[in-house]
């Protein structure tokens, strides 16, 4: 997918405007128009600029078909476990978000019989 392409579709995601974008990166509407028809191409200092409010790393946004990763690396071991859950099968992803879903239903029953939040 080209770069105006993905701009468009991380900005759509969050429900921004252009304008809305635009002002989260200290620049005008048309510039981004401008990027996502292809009509100009950022350049790296703003593709690093676009990253930060997407979350996204810059590769995702440069290189075509590039894994989606965060931008900043999770710092403990269930968020670094969480980015990698992309490789998973989708069989093996439903079957982990069952035992995650039972786990907490667990936890929210013993909750409300100690009265404790956890």
Known sequence: MPLGERIRQLRAERGW???ELAARLGGDPGQIIRYETGKIS????VVVKLAEPFGVSADYLLIDGAARRPLHAPTDLLGERLAQLDQLTPE???????ILDHMLANNRARAALT???S
């Open 42 to 45: 950022p350049s790296v200092d």
């Open 92 to 98: 093996d992803r439903a079957a982990l978000i069952h």
């Open 17 to 19: 405007s252009q304008g």
């Open 115 to 117: 009265g404790h939040a």
